[in-house]
């Protein structure tokens, strides 16, 4: 099983940032388990005050771990954007950002249909070696990776 964790894009100070604490609706709604508060972790180690997420839909973009990481070990949340090649000489690849879609994680390259993520390349991320995935940036930070 997956380890869950966050990340949130504060749209106010520009800045990627850890989920500290989430607490969520409990009895759950109808419409699912929605996280109500949260409590963000910048860069500098500080802290945000509990965030009423409802009341700052538009001040926090919040980003689920996919459970897979790059070739350097790096994490791969929602919302980032990878770069998958092939190992040959030459081949410089093609960049997507990973996207939560219809209970699954998808690639997105804005181009073309929606590729499933976990289907197609899930098992290469630790096992293929033959299958380089990358971290390039976000989709907040590096929007135009996704233009090239």
Known sequence: MR??????????GKEMTEV?????NHPAPK???NPKYLKLKYNDNTFSE???IFDHKHFVNIMQYTGFHDKNGKEIFEGDIINIRIDK???VGRNF???????????????SSLRNFTD????????????????KGNIYENPKLLTK
Do not use: P
């Open 3 to 12: 380890e869950i964790k966050f990340r949130a894009w504060d749209n106010i």
């Open 20 to 24: 500290d604490t989430m607490l969520w």
């Open 31 to 33: 419409d699912g388990w």
């Open 50 to 52: 509990m965030i009423h």
């Open 89 to 91: 000489k030459g081949d």
């Open 97 to 111: 950002s990973i996207i939560w879609f219809d209970g699954a994680w998808y690639l997105n390259d804005m181009i």
């Open 120 to 135: 197609e390349y899930g098992d290469k991320c630790n096992n293929d070696k033959k299958v380089i995935i990358e971290i």
